[in-house]
């Protein structure tokens, strides 16, 4: 019954597909964006030192947590902005399910990958951020933390869109099946709302103690 549901939505959400939306694109976009948001603090910070190679190790441990926070308490519950709720739950969980994780044809990367806006929008967010460390006389840690979020969300990008392709045979297709297994835990509805929020490093999900591990 779950299965059916799972290609009844699909088959709904599809329909939604613009007639002008071409994937190449979309991908190009996102990849554009991430390209450009890391070479501006790239070209600010170059060459890095230990000191930043520190910094951004400190960073990206604060930005996984984040990332389990928003997604656990934010992205499941349809509360303000219900925009983000309901892409992910709604329609992303509706289209892949623990047993049907894989996409069909490229155009379903449409409801994988964020929207091409996404990041524009997620710079825009932490903007205050930025300036508050630049204020305080740290205008390197400010470069260094927006080149983290930066490069974590391309990461995300990627990995997760690998776990929603097909896997083939191989290294690469093992990696791929490592990388889905965590996650399609959480694409079940009866797990989703309480098991394996951290997708790219698990750390909130081990801290929290809400890793669901699959039987071998």
Do not use: C, K
């Amino acid at each position: 019954m779950r299965d059916q549901a799972t290609l009844a939505a699909r088959t709904r959400l599809r329909g939604r597909t613009p007639p002008g939306y071409r994937w190449p694109r979309h991908v190009a976009l996102v990849a554009a964006f991430t390209a450009v948001g890391l070479a501006v603090p790239l070209a600010t910070t170059l060459p890095l030192g230990v000191a930043d190679g520190l910094a951004l190790a400190v960073i990206l441990l604060a930005i996984v947590l984040a990332e389990y926070a928003s997604h656990r308490w934010s992205m499941h519950r349809p509360r303000f902005p219900r925009a983000v709720y309901h892409r992910h739950v709604v329609e992303h969980h509706a289209f892949f399910s623990r047993d049907h994780m894989a996409i069909d044809h490229w155009t379903d990367l449409r409801w994988v990958l964020f929207p091409p806006w996404a990041l524009p929008l997620l710079v825009v967010t932490i903007l205050p951020f930025f300036a508050g460390l630049w204020a305080l006389g740290a205008p390197r840690l400010a470069w260094l933390f927006l080149f983290a979020v930066i490069a974590y969300y391309g990461v995300y990008e990627i990995t997760h869109a690998l776990a929603h392709v097909r896997p083939g045979d191989g290294p690469l297709g093992r990696a791929i099946a490592a990388v889905t297994r965590h996650h399609r835990v959480h694409h079940d509805p009866t797990l989703m709302h309480r098991w394996n929020f951290n997708f790219v490093v698990p750390l909130g999900d081990w801290l929290w103690g809400t890793t669901w591990r699959e039987p071998t």
